[in-house]
């Protein structure tokens, strides 16, 4: 049995994820990856046991960094506006420094893929964001909401701003590029709608 080359098995990654962001998960082949990579099929077959192994491997591990980078420089104690501008920072650090993971976790949302892939992905992220707003609500700083509204209003509207910018132009066309200034003018008011 043949030894993994841990140069190529990060070839292999850095090339799957181009691949997955530019042909999408059926235009992507174990075939066309390996052409990629100039290695044969047979060498993946020795990292992967199949396209499926090295979609799901590559979404937890990409995923582990995403939520590693989410959390740095953040604690549990930190009042509600500190908590919150340093998710800002870090999520929008993490999108602008990663821009193939995170389209490819933008195409993991509406795949098959996204049930395996959340089964694992952030646990220690939510325990960690779990017990923020535990904090937060039991100082009074938020009501109590469901997940699904605390994050529409709190996230939507950073990861629309990464849209418009990655696509440069906002609703009907107008360019558009990100800057200090509207990022945190939008923070301020995401702050103020979920503050009590």
């Known amino acids: 049995m043949r030894v993994r080359d841990e140069e190529k098995v990060q070839l292999v990654k850095q090339k799957a994820l181009e691949s997955l962001v530019k042909d999408g998960f059926e235009g992507f082949s174990m075939n066309k990856l390996a052409k990629a990579c100039s290695i ?86 939510k325990v960690v964001i779990s017990e923020f707003m535990h904090n937060v609500v039991a100082r009074g700083e938020m009501n109590p909401m469901p997940l699904e509204v605390f994050w529409s209003v709190a996230y939507a509207p950073l990861y629309s701003l990464v849209r418009f910018d990655n696509e440069g132009q906002s609703v009907g066309g107008k360019p558009f590029k990100m800057t200090d200034e509207v990022l945190w003018q939008t923070f301020d008011l995401v702050i103020k709608a979920l503050k009590n």
């Open 40 to 125: 044969s099929v047979a060498t993946l077959y020795i990292y992967y046991k199949d396209k499926d192994d090295l979609i799901i491997s590559l979404a937890h591990e990409e995923g582990e960094k995403m939520a590693t980078a989410m959390i740095e420089n953040f604690t549990p104690s930190l009042s509600f506006e500190e908590g919150m501008r340093i998710q800002w920072l870090n999520r929008y650090a993490y999108v602008v420094g990663n821009p193939l993971a995170y389209q490819f976790f933008e195409q993991l949302r509406t795949s098959t893929y996204q049930v395996k892939f959340l089964e694992t992905f952030m646990k220690k992220f």
